[in-house]
């Protein structure tokens, strides 16, 4: 099982980025964007479960939006109007329920970098 993340790099204030996170080896119930900036703790983006139905959190809403093919077994973030404070390795997550558990899967990260 595997979650590859892409789509980083640098970009100006008010740009834009499109970010995915492929996944390999099993198809996710729920699955989310996490991200961490330097000397900050992990926090939670955004989420889209397996009916599409997304869900972001209040810092980014009206600027991300979470969405995913199932078809191809992929997730996005689109980004929008990003501010040097979006600055962080962006992590993809997945959810499996196995073997009477929920288990998480995370992807290696990518980075996104907004100058000002």
């Known amino acids: 099982v595997q979650l590859q993340a892409s789509g980083g790099g640098l970009v100006q204030a008010r740009g834009s980025l499109r970010l995915s996170c492929a996944a390999s080896?099993?198809?996710?119930?729920?699955m989310a964007w996490y991200r961490q900036a330097p000397g900050k703790q992990r926090e939670f983006v955004a989420s889209?479960?397996?009916?599409?139905?997304?869900n972001v959190v209040n810092l980014v809403k009206g600027r991300f939006t979470a969405s995913r093919d199932n078809a191809r077994n992929t997730m996005f973030l689109q980004m929008s109007s990003l501010k040097p404070e979006d600055t962080a390795v962006y992590l993809c997550?997945?959810?499996?329920?196995?073997?009477?558990?929920?288990?998480?899967?995370w992807g290696q990260g990518t980075q996104v970098t907004v100058s000002s």
């Open positions: 889209i479960r397996s009916d599409g139905s997304p």
């Open positions: 997550n997945g959810r499996l329920y196995l073997s009477g558990a929920w288990r998480d899967f």
């Open positions: 080896g099993a198809v996710f119930s729920d």
